[in-house]
């Protein structure tokens, strides 16, 4: 079956500008969750939706939000963008249940670079 | 305060040895989760390995596997037999339960190069 997939793989914006990135999760996934991944960083939880619900949400400022469709696809914006905001931003999805680990699904995530 | 930590930022080995990389974590929960990722060049978070905090025994997926000690709160994985292509990012996670869901903490990651 399909895998996460990720959209654009890449851009290049400036500074002020704002970006949309996009997440089709896999299907019969129905919680969508971001990270944004800088250099010696790691994983920084960005946020998670649930059935167009945001359930968690991680520390970042109001500049970066994002929402799910009923469809489970999801949107992550970011607006006013600033240098330090280049990075991957990596979705993923997930089907947890009593029967089954939990994995993350990962996508191969949205490159950004501002300029 | 890190709730994962890895301390080795790059290590080497060489092709057909094998491999440890370390995680330690901080949880108060007694249900959780860990998981091994792997992070190649192309920038995808690929699953590896799975343990819960109630597995008795060690998990093992192929060439991986998981040294799982609670007391300790380690949780180290174990690559036999590199091969080039494991060369690559390795990130070790942890969910635990957050006002009845589910959050996944990332560690910072282990560059791992395999020498030929």
């Known amino acids: 079956k399909a895998g996460v997939t990720q959209t654009p793989r890449y851009l290049i914006k400036t500074r002020g500008q704002q970006v949309t990135l996009s997440c089709s999760p896999i299907?019969?996934?129905?919680?969508v969750s971001w990270y944004q991944q800088t250099p010696g960083q790691g994983l920084q939880f960005l946020f998670e939706?649930?059935?167009?619900?945001?359930?968690n949400k991680g520390n970042f400022p109001g500049r970066f939000s994002g929402r799910q469709f009923s469809n489970s696809r999801s949107e992550m914006n970011v607006s006013t963008l600033e240098l330090g905001d280049s990075a991957l931003y990596l979705c993923a999805s997930t089907r947890l249940q009593a029967s089954n680990t939990g994995e993350l699904f990962f996508g191969e995530g949205s490159r950004l670079t501002v300029l | 305060a890190q709730k994962i930590t890895q301390t080795q930022p790059g290590m080497f080995v060489q092709e057909k040895e094998a491999v440890t990389l370390d995680c330690t974590y901080d949880?108060?929960?007694?249900?959780?989760?860990l998981f091994w990722y792997k992070q190649p060049s192309s920038g995808e978070m690929i699953f590896l390995i799975y343990?819960?905090?109630?597995?008795?025994q060690n998990a093992t997926e192929g060439r991986y596997s998981l040294n799982f000690q609670k007391a300790r709160k380690s949780a180290n994985l174990v690559i036999s037999a590199s091969q080039l292509g494991d060369s690559a990012m390795y990130f070790c996670?942890?969910?635990?339960?957050?006002?009845?869901?589910?959050?996944?903490?990332f560690g910072t990651g282990t560059r791992l190069k395999v020498l030929a």
């Open positions: 996670a942890m969910r635990e339960r957050l006002s009845g869901t589910y959050k996944y903490i």
């Open positions: 949880t108060s929960d007694q249900s959780y989760g």
């Open positions: 299907s019969g996934h129905r919680s």
């Open positions: 939706y649930f059935s167009e619900t945001q359930r």
């Open positions: 343990q819960g905090s109630y597995d008795e």
